[in-house]
C-alpha cells in the first residue's frame, strides 16, 4: 500500500505546463520501473512489520494492510499527503450527547414565591411549569390568575436530555449518593448497639432472655458463636444463633478412618466425619461384637431412631420458647412429647368433625373394606396351562342375586315352575296365583290322571299361546276348546291355515319373480333403442340448436336497425361453452361469400 496523490484533472493540467516548462527537453519525466520496484519492496516490509507503518497528519500509524482503495482519498478531498479523515465522521456532524452525571430535577424551587400572576402560569395555582390541565392541586373556585394570591412554588424546568447507548442503558444514572448515606447511618448505629451489648457482656454475663430482649433478633459477634451456652456437646441446635457443635468427640476416642487402613474399605468423609459402611465388612465378624460398625448401624439400631426423634423434638421446642434437655430431663421431655401428640390429635379430630359438621360427607368416609368394594382378596387359587385347578380352592360362581328352593305356603314347586296360556304358576297345584296358600290334588280330581304327563300339558299349552278360548261356530252355538285335548274340527282348521299360509307364500314368490322379468325387459329394450335412438336424438337437438340461432339473428337485425343511440345495451351471456350442436347450427346457417352459389342460397 503506498500513498498517491489524487488530485482534480484541472490541477493536473496545470502541474503539467509548468513541467514542461521548467524540465529541460533532455530530462526524462515520470517514475522509473526501479522507483515503482521499491515502493512495492518497501510495501511488503511495512505488511511484514519489518519497515515502520506509513503516518497521517497526527502522527498516527496506519495499518499497512487496509487496501489501496480504502486509504486513497478521492479527487475532490484534496489531500496531499496519507490521511484516513476520508473514512471517519467528521466532528460537526458527530451527535452531541449529554454526561453520565446529567439527570432530571424532581420537585420545587426553594426560594422566594411569586406574588403576582404571570403570563404562561398555571390559571390554576400560579406556579410554572405546567397548565391548568396537569395541575395537581385542588381545582380553586377562582384561580389564581384572577385573585393573585396563594401562588404555588415553581416547578423545575425538565431540561431535554440525550444519552448514548451506554447513558440510556445505566441502571445508576441519576441515583442520589446522599439516600445511600442513610442506609449507612443506619447500620453504623446498629453495630454501636451490638459494641455496647458485647462489653455489658464482658462486665457481667446476662441471662438468655435478657440478650435476646438487647440483641432483638439480630446474630451477636464472632466471639459469641462458641457453644459455651451449651450443657452438653450435640444436643441444642439455635439457628438465630448459629451454633452448631454435634461433630465434636471426645479425643481419647479412637478415629473412625483408623479402624481399617485399606483405602478400598468404607468411604469416610472429612467434611462431616462421618463412614456410613462397615469399616470391617471384610473380615465377616458379627457387628454386634465390633467396636464400630459404621454410621447407619449406629443410626438405626437399638433406641437410636427413638433418641433421634426426641432430640428432634426439644429443638423444636427450644425454638418454641420450651427449654427441655434430652440427657437432663427426659421424663419431662417424654411427658411433653406425649401431651404434644395428644393435643395435635385432638386438634385434628375437632377439625374433621368441624368441618364434616358444616359441609356434610360422614357417609362417604364410612367405605366398606376394600375387598369387599373391588371383590379382591388375598386367597392363592394356582390353575395349570388347561386351566384346571392345582392349588386353592376356586371361587364359587353366583348363580342368582335371589335366593333359591324356597317353597312358600305349602307349596312343593316353586313360582315359575308352570306356565300356561302366557302365566306363570306353580308346577304342584298348577296355580297362577302368585302367593296363593297350595291345597294340594283335592280341588282338581280332573288333573289326577294326568300327573305323570305333566310336560305333555305344559307343551300343549306353550303351543296354544295365541288360541286362549275359540268359539266354533256350530248350528246351535259356540262350544269351548280344551286346552288338553282338541277335537277334529279344531284340528282340521288348524291345517287349513296351514295351507292358506303355504299357498300366500308361493304366490309371493311368484311375484316377486315376475317383478324381476319385468324389471330385465324393461332395462333390455331401453338398451336396444338407446343405440337405434341416438342418431335421431342427435338430429332433433341439431334442429332446435338452428332454431334458436335463427331467433338470435333475427334479433341481431333488429337491433342493427335501431339508431345506435337508441339501441339498448343488454348482455345475455350465460358463460357457457358451445355444444357439438351448436357448433354444427353455426356451421349451417353461416353465409360463405366465397361461395358461387350463395347468391341463390334461401334466406
Not at 484541472?10 to 515503482?36: H, I, Y
Not at 304358576?425 to 304327563?453: A, F, H, N, W
Not at 309371493?508 to 337405434?532: D, G, M, P, T
Request: net charge neutral.
Amino acid at each position: 500500500m503506498s500513498f498517491q496523490v489524487n488530485i482534480p484533472p484541472s490541477f493536473v493540467a496545470k502541474l503539467a505546463k509548468t513541467e514542461k516548462e521548467e524540465v529541460s527537453e533532455n530530462e526524462p519525466t515520470g517514475k522509473k520501473r526501479e522507483d515503482w520496484r521499491k515502493l512495492k519492496e518497501l510495501e511488503e516490509a511495512r505488511k511484514a512489520g519489518t519497515a515502520p507503518a506509513m503516518q497521517d497528519e497526527e502522527g498516527k500509524d496506519i495499518n499497512p494492510h487496509i487496501p489501496q482503495y480504502i486509504m486513497q482519498a478521492p479527487w475532490y478531498y484534496g489531500a496531499a499527503q496519507p490521511t484516513l479523515k476520508h473514512q471517519r465522521v467528521p466532528e460537526e456532524m458527530k451527535k452531541k450527547f449529554d454526561e453520565m452525571n446529567k439527570w432530571y430535577k424532581h420537585g420545587v424551587h426553594q426560594g422566594p414565591v411569586a406574588t403576582k400572576y404571570r403570563k404562561g402560569a398555571c390559571e390554576n395555582c400560579g406556579a410554572m411549569g405546567h397548565k391548568r390541565k396537569d395541575c395537581l392541586e385542588r381545582p380553586r373556585k377562582t384561580g389564581a390568575k384572577f385573585t393573585n394570591e396563594a401562588i404555588a412554588q415553581d416547578e423545575f424546568e425538565q431540561p431535554v436530555l440525550e444519552f448514548d447507548y451506554d447513558g440510556k442503558r445505566d441502571r445508576w444514572n441519576g441515583y442520589d449518593v446522599a439516600e445511600h448515606r442513610k442506609i449507612v447511618e443506619e447500620f453504623g448505629k446498629l453495630e454501636d448497639a451490638k459494641r455496647q451489648i458485647k462489653a455489658q457482656k464482658l462486665e457481667g454475663v446476662p441471662t438468655d432472655g435478657e440478650l435476646k430482649e438487647a440483641v432483638d433478633g439480630e446474630d451477636v459477634g464472632e466471639d459469641d458463636k462458641y457453644a459455651d451456652d451449651m450443657a452438653m456437646p450435640g444436643q441444642k441446635f439455635e439457628t438465630k444463633q448459629r451454633i452448631t457443635v454435634r461433630n465434636l468427640r471426645i479425643r481419647e476416642d479412637t478415629a473412625k478412618y483408623l479402624f481399617n487402613l485399606d483405602p478400598e474399605s468404607a468411604y469416610y468423609d472429612p467434611k462431616t466425619r462421618s463412614m456410613r459402611q462397615n469399616p470391617f465388612s471384610s473380615t465377616g465378624a458379627d457387628m454386634n461384637e465390633l467396636p464400630y460398625a459404621g454410621d447407619n448401624f449406629v443410626r438405626w439400631s437399638g433406641d437410636a431412631y427413638e433418641i433421634a426423634k426426641r432430640q428432634m423434638f426439644s429443638w423444636e421446642a427450644y425454638e418454641r420458647g420450651t427449654d427441655v434437655h434430652v440427657q437432663a430431663d427426659p421424663t419431662k421431655l417424654e411427658f411433653a412429647e406425649k401431651e404434644f401428640q395428644k393435643r395435635s390429635k385432638d386438634h385434628k379430630e375437632q377439625m374433621k368433625t368441624s368441618i364434616l359438621e358444616k359441609y356434610g360427607g360422614q357417609e362417604h368416609l364410612e367405605v366398606p373394606p376394600q375387598q369387599l368394594l373391588l371383590a379382591q382378596t388375598e386367597n392363592y387359587v394356582e390353575y395349570s396351562r388347561h386351566g384346571t385347578l392345582l392349588k386353592g380352592v376356586e371361587k364359587a360362581t353366583v348363580k342368582s342375586r335371589y335366593e333359591e328352593d324356597v317353597y312358600e305356603k305349602n307349596h312343593t314347586a316353586v313360582w315359575g315352575s308352570f306356565w300356561c296360556d302366557g302365566k306363570w304358576g306353580y308346577r304342584c297345584c298348577k296355580s297362577v296365583i302368585r302367593g296363593s296358600y297350595c291345597i294340594g290334588e283335592i280341588t282338581m280330581p280332573q288333573l289326577v290322571q294326568q300327573q305323570d304327563t305333566d310336560d305333555e300339558a305344559t307343551e300343549v299349552c306353550e303351543k296354544n299361546e295365541v288360541g286362549k278360548e275359540q268359539e266354533i261356530e256350530e248350528g246351535t252355538g259356540s262350544a269351548l276348546i280344551d286346552p288338553l285335548k282338541k277335537s277334529l274340527l279344531h284340528q282340521h282348521l288348524e291345517k287349513l291355515q296351514e295351507t292358506e299360509k303355504k299357498q300366500k307364500k308361493k304366490e309371493n314368490k311368484s311375484k316377486r319373480k315376475e317383478k324381476r322379468k319385468r324389471r330385465k325387459s324393461k332395462l333390455e329394450k331401453k338398451q336396444s333403442l338407446s343405440s337405434s335412438d341416438t342418431d335421431d336424438s342427435s338430429e332433433q337437438k341439431i334442429q332446435k340448436a338452428i332454431y334458436k340461432e335463427e331467433k338470435r339473428l333475427k334479433e341481431v337485425e333488429e337491433l342493427m336497425k335501431i339508431d345506435e343511440k337508441k339501441r339498448p345495451y343488454n348482455v345475455t351471456y350465460d358463460g357457457k361453452g358451445p355444444t357439438e350442436e351448436d357448433i354444427e347450427a353455426f356451421q349451417r346457417k353461416r353465409i360463405r361469400a366465397e361461395d358461387p352459389m350463395a347468391n341463390w342460397m334461401p334466406n
